[in-house]
């Protein structure tokens, strides 16, 4: 009998355990943020955690790698999936995704919950919140600061031998380049020399033909002689800007460069690849976005007083770099729009973004990036800020992607596969370029 | 003795079916088992297809929400007048030509060699055909490590016997080697597939034209040339088709070994089809170019099997 009482107590109390629950778990809330699978999606990971103490929202994560990121989240886009609540885009996204309103836009929400714009860095609400570019229509949150800058060898640079026969030879002192004049210098001075029992390469660049690699990485010497995308006076016109003078001169600067000092066989390489010709010792400098730094800052083979960062040398046209990163955008299409709108004004306070700036992500705050504490905080950070207030980006157009593979087509075959010359490459991109315009209904003449 | 009448019972057809059988004709029958198949080429085959060339005069992009425009001819104008897409082309021709006349001059070879027995003629038969029975995907991606300048073992290779620097060349990097290079590692898959076409071809040959051969004093050489090669020829001619069509329809080794570079050196068109398809999303050039290559394709095979009749015939 007692067994029954017992038997009986217990099934109840399940019972009314199962009834409190079931409503709560019913009710349970969930979120799905997209982005790139990369060292600071990790950090986001940790971050988040906090939001999901604060509001008891779960927050679930898709990271697809790099290679595959812009197809797999375009195409789920363009088809109104429910997939992601959140997206972490690439700033080449944001005029088609704005046209096509796969983003919410975001003004409304901005105003009302007070999130100024002009607490961000402006390149990064330029390049990752802005469509049409240059006016206060924002369908994203500035989130991932980025920008293309350069690592070197501070140990290899510092050799006694080294700098003395760096110095009879080019009658100044073995330091980090400032112009690019100076970094095929340097580059051609390391290549081919044996250090530490190893023959090593003057520098490291971006040569992948397939995605957006090459174009990354040739921007940086062809914005300083001159490059630009359009005639400022007149949008969408190419013809002489494109294809300057200065802009040929900057190409054949980075095939020169390319020439004399890539590591053997790296003809499609990217971040990763950069990373790995770096922390094997192949190169004395590498070329790479800033968000790979922390990383490699911390490395125990090349991290530590062992590696120096400097910000993308100079030109005669003047001193810009390649904006990387992404802004936080809500997707449309989603079904917890309020809940995702709730994250956007969590990860924009002030203490959130410092945190994430600490766990290893990049914060486009100005409260955080212009701090003394940030400069102080790590040996990449100071060329960080001062890359970011120098950044261009390429184009933001809904039909980015056609533009950027001509441009990968034609700079690839003219650098890596020695076709033609630089202008005849440039001139067959200003044609190319202009066709996809007209096509998207624009005027390029 | 209770399974007997009961199974002549289950025997007997229904009378409302029997009717039904009566009632259908051979030909209808015959639909009958035809239908799933056909419907099943429709779908998967015919309506691509049509589909494909419908989209072929349109501006279409499938990456965005965007109505279908016709634009007519423009996109096959586009392809035919642009001189990189007939650039492509040449790699392709290129790429097809080299690759049947290694395969055919090797397998034909290898042929000759294992028609004859020899001690470990099963082990070493089955090495040469090893490659054609891995993967293109892993033959592209095992390819490229062999391939890699600094820890490739290839590059070791040559410079154990050239006495270059292994490091100093890259066989996929380069745009003189990149193109011989695709065609090495296609002829080295492929080869055996050539070979055991030919030996079917070679075991065919009775063995008492060889005898006559001999009692007529003919030579070894006489002998290939006269009996050997015009019999093996309509095999010989088959392979190609085969390897002619897989050569040209090449994708997946090029695209991991070599993407179509460095630059496009080594972009055969199937390359620039998927580029235009699937990563520009240009999708209505890439339906005309699809159905530009389908028609060559289509237009020389047929040609190429008239002429096979016709060898075969004389």
């Known amino acids: 009998m007692k067994k ?35 060292d600071p999606a990790n950090a986001l990971v940790e971050l988040n955690k906090d939001f999901t103490k604060e509001t008891g929202i779960e927050m679930k994560h898709e990271f697809v790698p790099w290679t595959s990121y812009a197809d797999h989240f375009i195409n789920l ?20 995704a704005a046209e096509n309103k796969w983003y919410v836009k975001l003004n409304d929400f901005f105003d009302k919950n007070h999130i100024s714009m002009d607490t961000f860095l402006p390149a990064t609400v330029v390049g990752y919140a802005e469509w049409p570019k240059n006016t206060p229509n924002y369908w994203g949150l500035p989130a991932m600061a980025d920008a293309v800058g350069w690592t070197y060898r501070k140990d290899w640079f510092a050799k006694p031998e080294l700098r003395a026969e760096f110095k009879s030879k080019y009658n100044r002192e073995l330091e ?20 530490d029992g190893k023959k090593v390469y003057g520098s490291y660049i971006y040569t992948e033909r397939g995605s957006e690699g090459i174009t990354m990485g040739v921007t940086n010497a062809m914005y300083n002689y001159g490059f630009d995308y359009m005639d400022p006076k007149k949008p969408y016109h190419m013809e002489g800007i494109v294809n300057s003078a200065g802009a040929a001169k900057g190409l054949d600067v980075y095939k020169e460069l390319f020439n004399c000092c890539q590591p053997k066989g790296l003809t499609n390489a990217y971040m990763s690849e950069g990373l790995d010709a770096f922390k094997s010792g192949e190169v004395a400098m590498q070329m790479n976005w800033y968000a790979f730094f922390p990383g490699l800052a911390k490395d125990p083979n090349v991290g530590g ?33 309020d809940d995702a709108l709730l994250y956007v004004k969590w990860f924009a306070q002030p203490a959130v973004q410092q945190k994430w700036t600490d766990l290893g992500g990049a914060s486009a705050s100005k409260a955080v990036l212009e701090s003394d504490a940030y400069k102080k905080s790590a040996p990449y950070a100071p060329s960080f800020v001062e890359s970011m207030g120098m950044v261009k980006d390429f184009w933001a157009e809904p039909l980015y992607v056609p533009l950027l593979l001509d441009m990968q087509n034609r700079v690839h075959d003219y650098v890596v596969a020695n076709k033609g010359t630089s202008k005849q490459a440039l001139d067959a991109l200003v044609k190319d370029w202009i066709k996809v315009f007209k096509q998207e209904g624009k005027d390029p003449s | 003795m209770t399974t007997a009448p009961a199974h ?8 409302t079916l029997r009717v039904g059988a009566r009632g259908l004709s051979d030909k209808a029958i015959a639909w009958i088992f035809i239908a799933p198949t056909m419907v099943l080429l429709l779908a998967i085959n015919i309506f691509p297809l049509i589909w ?67 001690k470990g003629h099963s ?15 892993v033959v592209g991606n095992f390819w490229t490590l062999l391939f890699q300048p600094q820890i490739g073992p290839f590059n070791y290779f040559i410079s154990f016997f050239t006495g270059l620097a292994p490091s100093s060349f890259t066989m996929i990097g380069s745009v003189d080697l990149a193109p011989w290079t695709i065609v090495m590692v296609n002829t ?54 085969f390897q002619a069509i897989q050569s040209f329809e090449m994708f997946d080794m090029v695209s991991l070994l070599t993407s179509g570079g460095p630059g496009s050196t080594t972009e055969l068109v199937s390359i620039t089809l998927k580029r235009s398809a699937f990563e520009k999303w240009d999708t209505g050039y890439a339906s005309a170019l699809a159905v530009i290559l389908f028609v060559t394709a289509f237009g020389a095979a047929n040609i190429y099997v008239k002429v096979l009749n016709k060898v075969k015939q004389s």
């Open chain 1, 305 to 337: 007083d062992k590696i120096g960062f400097f910000k993308n040398p100079a030109g005669p046209a003047g001193q810009f770099t390649q904006l990387g990163g992404q802004g936080l955008s809500v997707v449309s299409a989603s079904k917890d729009i």
């Open chain 2, 8 to 15: 002549s019972k289950n025997t007997q057809i229904p009378p």
């Open chain 1, 4 to 38: 029954m009482i017992a038997g009986a107590t217990a099934l109840a109390a399940s019972a009314f355990v199962a009834a409190v629950a079931t409503p709560s778990m019913a009710e349970a809330k969930s979120l799905t943020l997209c982005w790139a699978a990369w």
């Open chain 1, 176 to 195: 980090p380049p400032k112009t690019w004049d100076e970094l095929l210098e340097v580059s051609k001075f390391f290549t081919g020399k044996e250090i």
């Open chain 2, 52 to 118: 494909a060339v419908r989209l072929s005069f349109t501006s279409y992009m499938a990456n965005l929400p965007r109505p279908l425009s016709f634009v007519g001819i423009d996109n096959y104008v586009d392809i035919l007048t642009d001189e990189d897409v007939w650039d492509h082309f040449q790699t392709t021709a290129h790429f097809v030509i080299s690759t049947i006349v290694l395969q055919v001059l090797i397998g034909l070879g290898l042929a000759l060699l294992i028609n004859h027995k020899f």
């Open chain 2, 123 to 137: 082990f070493w038969t089955t090495v040469i055909l090893l490659p054609m029975m891995l993967s293109p995907a």
């Open chain 1, 77 to 96: 886009l363009n088809s109104h999936s429910s997939e992601c609540d959140l997206i972490i885009g690439d700033s080449q996204w944001i005029g088609g």
């Open chain 2, 188 to 241: 080295w898959m492929w080869t055996p597939y050539v070979m055991l076409i030919c030996l079917a071809g070679l075991r065919s040959i009775p063995d008492y034209i060889y005898e006559a051969a001999e009692v007529d004093r003919a030579s070894s050489w006489r002998q290939f040339w006269s009996i050997t090669l015009p019999m093996v020829m309509p095999f010989l001619m088959l392979a190609v088709l």
